[in-house]
């Protein structure tokens, strides 16, 4: 039966009507690491318009982001405040109506904008800057905006706003202390008390949802442009919110804070680990009739086309770890391994029916091949890294591209893995097996020629989608990568490391837009056989 047919027979149907089952070729680019000669110290929601007319002008028609909600003083897009709100981070600030008016503003702007110009993000610097810009802004504007129809359609539509306004103005009126630590008058725990916080920070609160509102308006014109020009954003969903959340604190009954999230003892970490969040209470989610999953798909699809479902085993089960404890002393919840299955179809059946997006699962690490088998009886992708798509049972070779079930995303590193530079360098014997099975001769560092045939083959696997971070296809030019390959690593899991989510692009935007080598190599690697 082919391909196209056979998605039609899964409850994804409807999904992928949008999408189309014709192979997608993309690029991931995280959003903080864009910079632009506007940018107001990290990339700001604007920067994805340039991007995405390129985009569109080399046939690439799919745009990866990482999560993009309000992280407060974290900076892990994985560790948010809010599953729904957005990250004023990435507000463009050169586009706030009335800003370039006041001279103050604008000076502020440009003290902002020079942060752009250092190698990795500052972010608590730029946080205070740009934080300092925004409340001074909303003192002169803040009134004039909250009046508009647009604004009042806004606060209407989403019952979130609130709660999150208050929770965000306790944290910061706080010092950003944790809300188990609150007084007792601050505990959500009555209407009346609610009320009265209410009344002592209205303007504060209003601050917030002023913010929410103009990111709210920047990210919808962003998907607007993606849709005429039929390129598609997609986003990422992290499955799990921080307990410091507004959600957690609000909704305490739908949380397990007795547990923490994390991972069991693997090669790669003998203890296991521990991401201290909380898990979901699926049974009491279930008597609300996933309202708040529902409601925050559908907020998403205001500015997605298709999501990836972070860590899509946890649905399944997930390793839960006693708070405080060390995650080799975890377990899975649930604990019978009996209903993983069902639990998890029955969960990716709600997410498939709350939005139209396309939902595309992150299932690497170890995932029982049940989960994997659901996943493809439902129409949900799974993900291939070429370099772990290997024979583990028998010889350990390389399984070729071409013979990946189509319903995948085929990549050649991750966010959260080395650069294929990076694993060429410090992982010779796995480059050298995959070098010699391909007739390349290894060496190092590796080669702009084989870098090419690498890409290439990732756009040529049977995936129904190729998608790759954007600096893979940078590092075929030397100038427009830094000189050292690990410079240009996002992230290192299950570490607390200064560098972790700093990383910013060598190149500005302007100058990646007007590469003209760089556009025509990636034709070439994404449309030609090398």
């Known amino acids: 039966m082919p391909e196209e047919q056979w998605i039609a027979k899964t409850a994804a149907v409807e999904n992928w009507l949008s999408i189309g089952t014709t192979p997608h070729h993309g690029i991931a680019v995280p959003l903080f690491s864009l910079h632009s000669h506007s940018s107001g110290g990290i990339g700001e929601f604007f920067d994805l318009i340039p991007l995405i007319r390129w985009c569109h002008s080399l046939g690439i028609d799919v745009v990866q982001l990482l999560p993009l909600n309000d992280t407060g003083k974290d900076f892990s897009p994985y560790s948010s405040l809010s599953a729904f709100a957005l990250n004023p981070l990435h507000l463009s ?22 942060e752009t110009q250092s190698s990795r993000i500052n972010y608590p610097i730029i946080f205070g800057m740009r934080e300092d810009l925004l409340t001074a802004y909303f003192k002169i504007w803040g009134h004039s905006l909250i009046q508009s129809e647009s604004y009042q359609s806004f606060y209407e539509a989403n019952h979130w706003l609130d709660t999150f306004a208050l929770f965000k103005t306790l944290k910061t009126e706080s010092g950003w202390s944790s809300c188990q630590d609150w007084p007792e008058d601050w505990k959500f725990s009555s209407l009346e008390k609610r009320e009265k916080l209410e009344e002592q920070y209205r303007d504060q609160i209003a601050y917030h949802i002023l913010i929410q509102f103009l990111c ?88 997605y086309h298709i999501y990836r479902i972070d860590h899509v085993v946890g649905f399944f089960r997930i390793w839960g770890i006693p708070f405080g404890s060390k995650g080799s002393q975890g377990f899975f919840v649930p604990t ?98 995959y070098a010699h099975q391909q ?24 995936s129904l989608f190729h998608i790759n971070l954007l600096q893979e296809y940078l590092a075929c030019f030397s100038d427009l ?50």
């Open 93 to 114: 600030l050169r586009a706030l109506p009335h800003l370039s008016e006041d001279p103050v503003l604008s000076l502020m702007l440009k003290e902002i904008q020079k």
């Open 336 to 433: 019978e391994e009996s209903s993983w299955i069902p639990q998890g179809r029955s969960l990716m059946q709600m997410l498939l029916k709350s939005t139209l997006m396309l939902p595309i699962g992150e299932d690497l690490g170890t995932v029982p091949n049940e989960v994997k088998d659901c996943l493809k009886e439902l129409g949900i992708c799974g993900t291939k890294v070429m370099r772990w798509e290997r024979k583990w049972d028998s010889d350990k070779s390389f399984i070729d591209p071409e013979n990946y079930n189509p319903l995948s995303v085929t990549t050649v590193s991750t966010h959260d893995s080395e650069t294929l530079s990076q694993w060429w360098k410090d992982m010779p014997e796995e480059a050298r097996a």
């Open 481 to 530: 990568v830094w000189d050292n390959p690990d410079d240009e690593r996002i992230n290192v899991p299950g570490t607390i490391n200064e560098r972790n989510w700093t990383y910013r692009f060598k190149p500005s935007l302007e100058e990646i837009l007007s590469y003209s080598q760089l556009g025509k190599c990636m034709r070439d690697i994404v449309f030609g056989k090398l």
């Open 439 to 462: 007739d390349f001769k290894y060496t190092t560092p590796l080669s702009i020629k084989y870098r090419k045939k690498i890409l290439n083959k990732s756009h040529r696997s049977s």
């Open 216 to 303: 709210f308006q920047q990210m919808r014109q962003v998907k607007k442009i993606a849709d005429e020009l039929k390129v598609f954003l997609k986003g990422d969903i992290p499955i799990l919110v921080n307990r410091e959340s507004a959600d957690v604190w609000a909704n305490s009954t739908l949380f397990d804070i007795s547990l923490s999230a994390g991972a069991p003892p693997d090669a790669y970490s003998k203890e296991g680990q521990n991401w201290g969040f909380p898990l979901y209470r699926w049974d009491e989610m279930s008597k609300k009739n996933y309202v708040w999953w529902k409601s925050r798909m559908a907020y998403a699809s205001n500015f």
